[in-house]
């Protein structure tokens, strides 16, 4: 499958310019209030198998960019198959333990859209979504014989789990505000990817695609750098409307993607007032939002977790994908995984490596993805980069 162009590359110039001068994007995800859930969801949809190329007129990259800038679906209904491949270990017992220790300090409720956030960050799940505007909107999480659902309608944000019948209700902040949103859609996705687009980046179209259903073009985006863990990304627009219907981020250590989100099936038909309707069945718990508030003295006498807080703005080093934020948490690095024992310590040992350089020495975090060097005077280094380039980042510093 041949490209369109073969090196339509897209600057950061031009890709400002089409951002400023594009409609306001369309308001259609779970709000602030419930984007534990979206959050995870972002980029998690494996593809359909292609049921052949469908041959669409020639576009180039900025065409295909400004469509995308253009979209302004405001409904829809369909299916997402969600999965994620970061390369971390089975959470297993340190999944229970973070969720007791939630509990203990005061969050107790199965429905809160923040005690699923484990369950997406790795393998995949089926989920269903509806969108009617910028004030109703349901995303259900399909499991084995349960299902979990967050609806946003009007003001109330319910969550709901079947499993253990416990209902959880906040209410929605503003729609208004946009600026505490963040990317949980394919769209989204692509959004943000476009911001890195600058003179480290080839953008061109990559031939066509059906997806749920619907003629695609293909859109590219790659790293001229070397050094940073990410490959590819890979769009599928929709044809007739300009939405991105699938996001693909494969790592350059090449295997599966680390993150793939898209549709299985897809329809842009307004749904059912009733998709929204939600009332606390009989008998369920209900946990209210303000009441899951602890006090402070109290969450932290709960908290195991090692304190790192940056001291001030990071600094970035390196351009492009080679951007390295560096952070001075102001302590003492990070105790060991025997220091900190149980599950957790477990945990952080099978994602560390110990390093040395003229920097001193310190522990490197890694997945498929970010990669976050804590050295032991507490100084972090964290990017899409390799172990390799956060140990040269810290020698340089």
Known sequence: ????????????NEVDDLRSGRRKAARYVVPVAVVGVAAATIGLVPALADSGDPDLPKISAQQLIEKIAESDVQQLSGTMRVSTDLGLPDLGGLESSLASGAMESGDGSSADPSAKLTELVSGSHTLRVAVDGPDRQKLSLLENSSEYSLIHNGKDVWGYD??????????APDSAE??????????????EALKSVDDTTSVTVDGTAQVAGRDAYRLLIKPKQSGTTVGAITVAVDAKTGMPLKFT????SGGAAVVDAGFTDVSFAKPAASTFDF????????????ALEAPAEEQEKHSK???????GEPEVIGEGWNSIAVLDTGGEGIPSG?????DLGGFMDSLGDKVKGSFGEGTVFKTRLINALITDDGTVYVGAVTKDALVKAANAG
């Open 249 to 252: 981020l494969t790592p350059s």
């Open 1 to 12: 499958m041949a490209p369109y162009e073969s090196d339509d590359s897209t600057t950061a």
């Open 162 to 171: 079947s499993s253990s019948n416990e209902v959880f209700h906040s209410t």
């Open 279 to 290: 009332t606390p069945p009989k008998g369920a718990k209900v946990t209210e939002d303000d």
């Open 338 to 342: 025997s220091e900190v024992g149980g």
């Open 178 to 191: 946009p600026d505490k949103e963040v990317p949980a859609t394919p769209k989204d996705l692509t959004e």
């Open 305 to 311: 977790a090692p304190e790192l807080e940056p001291e």
